[in-house]
């Protein structure tokens, strides 16, 4: 249950270090938290993305969804779906 912190913290190891990030690092950190289903922490991911100009993946943002899905926590669901939405 805890991969979600392992991801989490290879990501900051990786900002510390200087280690570019990439649509695949962020997508399985994202499909971690999904896991671990603490959604917060997934859209958390997917603002440093935005901010540090990592475009996100149809994957990244389903593991996003599927997160909160998996909380129950419908409204940031809809919302994503909205962002996928329009980007097409």
Known sequence: G????????????MAESSVE???ITYTA??????R????????Q???EMKD?????????YNAAVSACEKSSTW???????RVIVDRR
């Open 2 to 13: 805890g991969e979600w912190m392992t991801a989490l913290q290879l990501v900051r190891e």
């Open 21 to 23: 990030h990439s649509t």
């Open 29 to 34: 950190a994202v499909s971690a938290c999904e």
């Open 36 to 43: 671990g289903e603490v959604w917060a922490w997934a859209l």
């Open 45 to 47: 991911l997917l603002c």
């Open 52 to 60: 540090t100009e990592v475009e996100a993946s149809t994957y990244t």
């Open 75 to 81: 409204i940031p669901a809809l919302q994503l779906f």
